[in-house]
Every structure is written in C-alpha cells, then in structure tokens.
C-alpha cells in the first residue's frame, strides 16, 4: 500500500456554537491542512498521486475558506465550524474528485489537530 500526504495553510476567523468559553467569541487561526491519499497501485510515471494536482485540488477548497469569516460562509451555515466539522468539510469536497483520500487533518495550533476520515 502507498500513501502520500500534502500540506497546505489557510488563515479565517470563527466562533464556535453551542459552547461555553472563550472560543465562543469571534477569533481568528492559521490553519495547517494535511491531506493524505493511498492505493495499491502506481501509474506509468510511478506515483500514486500527483503532488502539485493534490495541492491544487486542495488550495481551490481552502481558496473558498481564506481569510473569511467561516460562521458567514453559506458551505458552513448551521453547523459550529471547528476544526472537526472543517476537517470533514474539506474531506468530502476532495472526495468528489480524488477518490484516493483516506484522510483530512486540521491544525488549529501546532499542538492540536483534528482528524476526519471514513471507515
């Protein structure tokens, strides 16, 4: 099995829904993005993924969330944009073109992060 990863940033302001603290205030994050992909099989040039198309399939997602406000962007209305449900959201739009991702992480700091993926 073969598994590649890219990483990409994003910087946006939120607040978290339905919490009780600090992050329910507006704040703003650097964000990482790690993006991973697997498979079995390599093509004629001997790559699973190309990195470059990964990342540009990548950025024009995270193009959309740059520098906005996330609890304003109709992609995100109604749900409590944490790193969790951002993770998730950016999964399943690669999804509907890289069949190949296993996994989406977020870093909200560089010590915490949050992981989506399916089973």
Same mark, same amino acid.
């Given at each position: 099995m073969f598994e590649v990863k890219v990483e990409s940033h994003f910087s946006a302001a939120h607040h978290?829904?339905?919490?009780? +603290?600090?992050?329910?205030?507006?704040? +703003?994050?650097?964000?990482?993005v790690?993006?991973?992909?697997?498979?079995?099989e390599l093509n004629e040039s001997g790559i699973l993924i190309d990195f470059k198309f990964l990342k540009e399939e990548?950025?024009?997602?995270?193009?959309?969330l740059d520098h906005y406000d996330l609890n304003t962007l109709e992609e995100l209305k109604g749900i409590s944009p944490s790193s969790e449900n951002?993770?998730?959201?950016?999964?399943?739009?690669?999804?509907?073109?890289?069949?190949?991702?296993?996994?989406v992480c977020v870093w909200e700091t560089e010590r915490a992060r949050a992981t989506y993926y399916a089973k």
């Open positions: 978290l829904l339905n919490y009780n +603290g600090k992050c329910e205030n507006p704040h +703003g994050h650097n964000w990482k790690e993006v991973y992909a697997e498979g079995e990548l950025n024009k997602i995270l193009d959309r951002i993770a998730k959201y950016i999964y399943i739009q690669l999804k509907e073109t890289i069949p190949q991702i296993t996994k």
